[in-house]
Every structure is written in structure tokens, then in C-alpha cells.
């Protein structure tokens, strides 16, 4: 059965929860795995999610109360909204902690590497402005790289959130075509990357020639590789987790992709029982679903 697109919006931004939620607990070393268990204490069985699925979600809401892209509303409300226990990195927070205080975003995306971040933080949350601008790649390209650019300065970083966001407006209309994503991107490092992932590969190869770094062109293209390798979420999370390395975020991205290409239906059943804020995300979906289509139509 064809999910339909309210279904596809759903899932995507279900699947990103998913997919980080499955994979924060084995993220990085034993240290960053040990204080993400510390965080989660009280919590028993539910699956807590982190900064990627936060990020993603303030974004759904900002295109939602917009009716579409306000960058310095976006800026402001990642500021106000970041809250350090859902596993940011200290850079990220030194820059939001910036933007809250008032400084202009486009000052402060170099205000903690001069050159900007090329980390896959742009990456992790752009999978809504897939779902909003997916009836327009010319927008979406545009949109994607500026709302990247409110904490990735660096082009690395910005090529990240074009790539996932330009990924799940693909997976909304079907197949992924990773020769398509490939002539799209502009950064040599994920061309080469995106011409590798059309071959399935073990871990250990994924690991060297893809990648499972949070840098973004060591985790974005193994992400949509994930997406498009796997008809089945549970083995595709399994496998994201193998990698070892930033699999929260891989998961997150992944799962987003998945969920957009595949709809609500895809995701397990079981496992959602226990995602955390479960009806408020699938609401938050909903919404945004509602308002693109008034604003755009069904098609």
C-alpha cells in the first residue's frame, strides 16, 4: 500500500526520532555512552532522543508558524530552545548561547571556528525542509544552505543539510537516486562518497569509505546509503549501530529519509510505544503536513 503524504510527513519526522533515540545509547566511547546514560536515568523503558531530534522538531514548528523558511525567527527560537541535556556539543552551545544573547547568527556562526563548523549538526535537523520545499529543489537548495548557514559557516557543514534535506524531498516522491544527489552536491568529499554508496558494503567497509564521524562528510552520505540500502527500519538501525561512531545522528538521519520514503507504516510498531513525546512529534508532523498543503496543495 502507498503511503500517503500526511503518512510520509509522519514518518519522517517519527523515523528521525527513532533512528536517534535507537542510537544515542551507543554513541561515541564509553565516556559519551556513559553520560547519556546518566541523563537518561528516571526515564525506564522510553527511548529519549537528543539535540537532533529537538533541533528538527523547532524547526517543523518554525515552518509550520511561518509557512515556511524565517531564518532569524529559526535562529532565535534554536537559541531559546537548546537545552544542554539532550546531548549538544560544547561548541554548538557556546554559539546558540551567542545568537540568545542577542548577537546576529551571521556573526556568530564563526564565533567558535573561524572558519565555520563542518560538523553534521546542519544535517541532523534538515530533514523538514525536505518535507516543506519538497515540491521545489531549486527553494529547498536555497533554503537548506541558509538555514544550515545559521550555525555551519563552513561549506562542508552546509553541504550536509543540503544533502539530507535534498534526500528526503527525494524519498517523499520514491526511489533514491544517489547518482542525482551525487550531481547535485558541489563538495568533491561527498561526490566521491555518494559514487561509493551505490554499492552495498559491510561495516567495516562502510566505516572506511563512507564514514561514521560527526563531521558531515564522514556521516551524512553513509546515512542516505543506510536509507536506501535497507527496506526494513530495525535492520537498517542495526546496521547504522554496527558502525559504531556518531550513530545517533546517522540513526536520526536515516531514519528521517526512511521514514519520508516509506511513510508511518514502516516504523515499528513496538518501538514507538516507547519513543518519547511519540503523540506530540506525530502532531507536530500533522501540523506542518496541513499547513504545506494549504499553502501548496496535495500534490
Given at each position: 500500500?502507498?503511503?500517503?503524504?500526511?503518512?510520509?510527513?509522519?514518518?519522517?519526522?517519527?523515523?528521525?526520532a527513532?533512528?536517534?533515540?535507537?542510537?544515542?545509547?551507543?554513541?561515541?566511547?564509553?565516556?559519551?555512552?556513559?553520560?547519556?546514560?546518566?541523563l537518561g536515568?528516571?526515564?525506564?523503558?522510553?527511548?529519549r532522543?537528543?539535540?537532533?531530534?529537538?533541533?528538527?522538531?523547532?524547526?517543523?514548528?518554525?515552518l509550520?508558524e511561518?509557512?515556511?523558511?524565517?531564518?532569524?525567527?529559526?535562529?532565535?527560537?534554536?537559541?531559546?530552545?537548546?537545552?544542554?541535556?539532550?546531548?549538544?556539543?560544547e561548541?554548538?552551545?557556546?554559539?546558540?548561547?551567542?545568537?540568545?544573547?542577542?548577537?546576529?547568527?551571521?556573526?556568530?556562526?564563526?564565533?567558535?571556528?573561524?572558519?565555520?563548523?563542518?560538523?553534521?549538526?546542519?544535517?541532523?535537523r534538515?530533514?523538514?525542509?525536505?518535507?516543506?520545499?519538497?515540491?521545489?529543489p531549486?527553494?529547498?537548495t536555497e533554503?537548506?544552505?541558509?538555514?544550515?548557514?545559521?550555525?555551519?559557516?563552513?561549506p562542508?557543514?552546509?553541504e550536509?543539510?543540503?544533502?539530507?534535506?535534498?534526500?528526503?524531498?527525494?524519498?517523499?516522491?520514491?526511489?533514491?537516486?544517489?547518482?542525482?544527489?551525487r550531481?547535485?552536491?558541489r563538495?568533491?568529499?561527498?561526490?566521491?562518497?555518494?559514487?561509493?554508496?551505490?554499492?552495498?558494503?559491510?561495516?567495516?567497509?562502510?566505516?572506511?569509505?563512507?564514514?561514521?564521524?560527526?563531521?558531515?562528510h564522514?556521516?551524512a552520505?553513509?546515512a542516505?546509503?543506510?536509507a536506501?540500502?535497507?527496506?526494513?527500519?530495525?535492520?537498517?538501525?542495526?546496521?547504522?549501530i554496527?558502525?559504531g561512531?556518531?550513530?545517533?545522528?546517522?540513526?536520526?538521519?536515516?531514519?528521517?529519509?526512511?521514514?519520508?520514503?516509506h511513510?508511518?507504516?514502516?516504523?515499528?510498531s513496538?518501538?514507538?510505544?516507547?519513543?518519547?513525546?511519540?503523540?506530540?512529534?506525530?502532531?507536530v508532523?500533522?501540523?506542518?503536513h496541513?499547513?504545506?498543503v494549504?499553502?501548496?496543495?496535495?500534490?
Open positions: 500500500m502507498v503511503a500517503s503524504l500526511e503518512d510520509k510527513f509522519v514518518g519522517c519526522l517519527l523515523g528521525l527513532l533512528g536517534d533515540a535507537l542510537g544515542a545509547p551507543h554513541e561515541g566511547g564509553i565516556v559519551a555512552r556513559s553520560a547519556w546514560r546518566v536515568i528516571g526515564k525506564g523503558k522510553t527511548l532522543w537528543t539535540d537532533d531530534t529537538e533541533m528538527a522538531i523547532v524547526l517543523a514548528r518554525s509550520t511561518h509557512r515556511g523558511l524565517a531564518v532569524d525567527a529559526l535562529a532565535r527560537a534554536w537559541a531559546e530552545k537548546a537545552d544542554w541535556k539532550r546531548g549538544y556539543g561548541g554548538a552551545m557556546r554559539l546558540l548561547a551567542r545568537i540568545r544573547a542577542g548577537e546576529d547568527w551571521r556573526m556568530a556562526n564563526r564565533s567558535v571556528f573561524p572558519t565555520g563548523s563542518y560538523g553534521n549538526g546542519a544535517a541532523m534538515a530533514a523538514p525542509l525536505g518535507l516543506w520545499f519538497h515540491r521545489d531549486a527553494q529547498l533554503a537548506a544552505t541558509l538555514a544550515s548557514s545559521i550555525t555551519h559557516a563552513h562542508l557543514g552546509i550536509g543539510g543540503v544533502l539530507i534535506a535534498r534526500a528526503t524531498a527525494m524519498a517523499i516522491a520514491g526511489d533514491l537516486d544517489l547518482g542525482a544527489l550531481d547535485g552536491c563538495e568533491a568529499e561527498f561526490r566521491v562518497r555518494l559514487d561509493a554508496a551505490r554499492t552495498p558494503m559491510d561495516s567495516a567497509t562502510a566505516i572506511t569509505s563512507l564514514g561514521n564521524a560527526v563531521v558531515a564522514e556521516s552520505v553513509t542516505v546509503h543506510a536506501a540500502r535497507f527496506a526494513e527500519f530495525v535492520p537498517m538501525i542495526d546496521w547504522v554496527s558502525l561512531g556518531d550513530t545517533d545522528t546517522i540513526g536520526a538521519m536515516a531514519g528521517a529519509i526512511f521514514g519520508a520514503r511513510g508511518i507504516g514502516a516504523l515499528p513496538a518501538a514507538l510505544k516507547h519513543l518519547e513525546e511519540c503523540p506530540s512529534i506525530r502532531s508532523a500533522r501540523e506542518l496541513a499547513t504545506n494549504a499553502a501548496f496543495g496535495e500534490a
